[in-house]
């Protein structure tokens, strides 16, 4: 099968239809106006068709070696997970959302791949999908992609990933009936943490490190066990320290303490199935040319806390609540000194999130 790039791939779709191999996200990239497909036959059937027909750009995402002798099959090298989707995901954000696993969808996965005898939850406070690509490749493998549907915050992502009945509810009645959850706040003083953790009952431990996580899991019997654990990620770099993160050695450190947990359910010869995935991610501004769009006082730079229409939004729902979030690469107001990086929005960056599953042992 021959390879093309992304522009041959175009330059060919003006000549004639085409089966081609590739990632679906890359039709972001293409012009609106290609038809796509997702049988060839069915192609087959419009282009042989008697009625008159509209002469567009027609594309399909299945290849069958037996349609060869009608349709040229292509095989396109583009990787549509870089930054570069910024250019494309307001104007595409339907179709982007069409072909990427959705951060609301992400409860039901978890409970879905509830076959083995223990589940474990990581909840990382900030970390893009991005970052993992340019920090620890090696772990791609283990990663999907998954857009943050609505406000790329911490209020709104924890919540949507937990569902609701949450995880905890909904996985007790298929047979992980024990629980338990880690958190570095207080129940009674943090609502969002409550609301997380409903249904652990009296389960829920205060620790002020990822070891005591460890040692109690260590400790504890995880067979038919539910664990979900909060972890700090990269978000309070992004927001309040002086000099530049050192994004990779916090990246990798997430991933070391990913590992340490998926040990300990092998040290116990428990079946796990161990996920790891984030509220949102960050968009570092001292790695791009971000713009003030407004002069506001308010403290979100990235989304409005009501519904906006017009240039450079995208109004979602959450809870019978309507938002803003603003595209890239644009701020509603100037950057503090303590703020290198910024959620809230839509970007890349901000709404790429990783989910990283390890099965043990």
């Not at 978000?235 to 998926?262: F, I, N, T, W, Y």
């Not at 010869?269 to 506001?296: C, K, M, P």
Request: with cysteine; hydrophobic share 40%.
């Amino acid at each position: 099968m021959e390879t093309v790039d992304l522009r041959e791939m175009q330059d060919r779709l003006k000549e004639m239809p085409l089966m081609v191999e590739m990632h679906p996200l890359s039709l972001a990239f293409l012009p609106e106006e290609v038809r796509v497909f997702t049988d060839a036959w069915e192609m087959i059937d419009e282009l042989d068709s008697p009625l008159p027909q509209v002469t567009k750009p027609m594309l399909c995402l299945h290849t069958d070696p037996s349609l060869q002798h009608r349709l040229p099959m292509l095989r396109c090298f583009h990787d549509p997970l870089t930054t570069k989707l910024n250019d494309v995901l307001l104007k595409r954000y339907d179709l982007v959302r069409r072909y990427i696993l959705h951060q609301s969808q992400l409860a039901d996965k978890i409970v879905s791949s509830a076959d083995a005898d223990a589940v474990c939850l990581i909840l990382v406070d900030g970390l893009a999908y991005e970052d993992i690509k340019r920090h620890a490749p090696e772990w791609l493998k283990h990663t999907t992609p998954v857009l943050v549907d609505g406000v790329s915050n911490t209020e709104q992502g924890m919540v949507r990933i937990v569902g609701k009945p949450t995880l905890a509810q909904r996985l007790s009645p298929i047979g992980l009936s024990s629980c338990m959850g880690f958190t570095y706040w207080e129940r009674p003083e943090e609502p969002l943490t409550d609301r997380l953790f409903f249904g652990f009952g009296d389960r829920v431990y205060k620790v002020k490190s990822f070891g005591q996580v460890i040692e109690t899991l260590s400790s504890a019997n995880l067979q038919r066990t539910f664990v979900q654990i909060v972890r700090a990620g990269l978000d309070g770099a992004a927001h309040r320290q002086r000099e530049q993160p050192d994004v990779g050695s916090m990246v990798k450190g997430v991933l070391r303490d990913l590992e340490c947990v998926a040990e300990v359910f092998g040290k116990q010869g428990v079946r796990a199935n161990v996920f790891l995935t984030s509220d949102h991610g960050i968009l570092w501004a001292h790695e791009h040319r971000l713009q003030v769009y407004e002069v506001s006082s308010e403290p979100h730079p990235r989304h409005y806390e009501h519904a906006k229409h017009g240039k450079h939004v995208l109004t979602v729902g959450f809870e019978g609540k309507e938002f803003a979030l603003l595209e890239y690469p644009y701020l509603r107001r100037e950057l503090r000194g303590t703020e290198w990086g910024v959620h809230g929005g839509l970007s890349y960056e901000e709404s790429i999130v990783p989910l990283i599953c390890l099965r043990t042992p």
